[in-house]
């Protein structure tokens, strides 16, 4: 490579990535994770860690495309883990529960948030299953039998369908009053990380200015997968469906691994190939994603500050108030937040959105 084009490439582009959380934003990067919330108080707090990969361990995970698949497992495990973290930094599991409470903590104890999590990982992971994989394999047979005979179109009519599902599921999701909030500060999330990116100094002014869509977001993974699944589906046999679900699912780590690489490729090239493969995602960020008001945008610049401590070194992070936390952030700054001080607020690029390493 020339020292002319390494010029050309941005050190910062890939370094952080986030995911957004209930009333709040999780930042990772190399340097650590920090997830911080805003309370009902109108406090930010932030429960800080550091995330090591299996990768790290053994050699064998950072080969390609096996490299993708333990990269969205872990990711898919941090996501739900954040999630949990968020709704117990908000202090949503201190309210009274109710008969059947009472009894899941009287069996279960302290891990009962835990069990609840996992709980909800399994029957996500099955509804996304019927909704995303057997519903538009069992609609294309429909099609092809009592309408018109697909033939070798059924793969991308299967792809189709797919589509219009998810961007249904979306759009109907979006008309939840939390849900829209969410969706907020996921544009606070993009828009601070291109800030970033930029190199621009991080405050509410500056990020206002950036665009709420960002190539690297997990909403535009999602599509790259849906396309290499209509590739890959147009070898499969589509006489049953059970089969060809079955196959579907057995060969959807090849499918994450191939587009973990192609999210590799995206992060270090912008070219006309992967402009168009990207739009689809773009465009449908449009609904995952909306403009945040100041207050959420304060709260990302404190998630990617506390995420990248060498980078901040004089930034005080507000610590959650709350075990261990609690004895730091009287060490290091009593009482303090981010609205008493507004103005502190490798090769493969870091992860977020629940996808892969190299999104966002």
Same mark, same amino acid.
């Given at each position: ?98 008969? $059947? ?33 057997? *519903? ?9 039998? &009592? ?46 990380? $291109?800030?970033?990116?930029?190199? !621009? ?21 999602? $599509? ?22 079955? *196959? ?13 690489? &192609? ?6 090239? !912008? ?90």
């Amino acid at each position: 490579m020339s020292s002319e084009k390494q010029k050309r490439i941005n050190p910062r582009m890939g370094c952080v990535g986030g995911q957004a959380v209930m009333e709040g934003v999780m930042m990772k990067s190399r340097q650590g994770i920090a997830t911080a919330v805003r309370r009902v108080d109108g406090d930010i707090i932030v429960r800080t860690g550091n995330v090591k990969s299996i990768k790290d361990k053994y050699k064998i995970f950072r080969l390609p495309l096996i490299r993708g698949i333990v990269n969205f497992i872990e990711m898919m495990t941090l996501s739900f883990s954040t999630l949990t973290a968020s709704a117990e930094m908000l202090g949503i599991e201190e309210d009274e529960p109710g008969r $059947f409470g009472k009894w899941l903590q009287k069996h279960f104890g302290k891990s009962v948030i835990g069990l609840a999590s996992v709980i909800g990982m399994v029957l996500g992971i099955a509804v996304a299953l019927l909704l995303f994989i057997w *519903l538009p394999a069992f609609l294309a047979k429909i099609v092809s039998r &009592y309408i018109v005979t697909l033939g070798g179109w059924y793969s991308l009519v299967e792809g189709l369908l797919k589509m219009a599902i998810f961007i249904s599921y979306l759009l109907l999701v979006s008309l939840m009053p939390d849900i829209k909030r969410v969706f907020a500060y996921h544009g606070a999330e993009h828009k601070s990380i $291109f800030c970033y990116e930029a190199g !621009e100094e991080l405050t509410v002014e500056n990020i206002r200015t950036k665009k709420r869509f960002h190539p690297r977001c997990g909403t535009s993974f999602i $599509f790259v997968i849906l396309i290499i699944s209509i590739l890959i589906g147009s070898v499969l046999p589509s006489g049953v469906v059970w089969l060809r679900v079955m *196959l579907k699912i057995l060969l959807l780590p090849l499918v994450v691994g191939i587009g973990f690489e &192609y999210i590799i490729y995206v992060g270090k090239h !912008e070219n006309l190939l992967t402009r168009i493969i990207s739009a689809p995602g773009l465009w449908v960020q449009r609904i995952t994603t909306k403009e945040p008001d100041d207050k959420m945008m304060e709260v990302a610049i404190v998630s990617i500050k506390s995420s990248l401590r060498s980078e901040f070194p004089d930034f005080v992070i507000p610590y959650e108030k709350s075990g261990n936390e609690a004895d730091k952030a009287d060490n290091k700054n009593e009482d303090k937040n981010i609205n008493e001080n507004p103005e502190n607020t490798g090769d493969e690029p870091v992860a977020a959105n629940s996808m892969p390493e190299e999104e966002i």
